[in-house]
């Protein structure tokens, strides 16, 4: 079972950059997921795609994998683009795009 390991995106329900300081381990999964014939809902046969370990570093994590002898794929994050707007302006005189209101 490969693991891969990446930096968490934040959402975007998310203005601040909270817990995507820090690199996650998780398994892919085996095999796809069953619907239960009862109720629909659905589930996994494997436990160990609900496991998902946080590390410091990256290194902390390939080390980690390696010691533990589990195959890895590590992903890069992309770098962000700064976002230069503020409220006010939504409300100037010269703006581009037709009001919703």
């Not at 930096?7 to 998780?26: C, F, I, Y």
């Not at 659905?42 to 795609?49: L, V, Y």
């Given at each position: ?37 009862l109720m629909g809902w659905t589930g ?51 703006r581009i795009g037709s009001w919703t209101h």
């Amino acid at each position: 079972m490969v693991a891969r390991i990446y930096k968490p995106a934040k959402t975007a329900m998310q203005s601040g950059t909270a817990r995507t300081n820090e690199w996650v381990l998780e398994f892919e999964p085996q095999r796809p997921r069953t619907v239960d014939p009862l109720m629909g809902w659905t589930g996994q046969q494997d436990p160990r795609e609900q496991v998902q370990l946080t590390f410091a570093t990256k290194e902390e994590a390939i080390a980690y994998a390696e010691r533990n002898g589990i195959p890895y794929t590590v992903s890069e994050p992309q770098p962000r683009r700064p976002v230069r707007k503020s409220y006010a302006d939504n409300f100037r005189y010269g703006r581009i795009g037709s009001w919703t209101h």
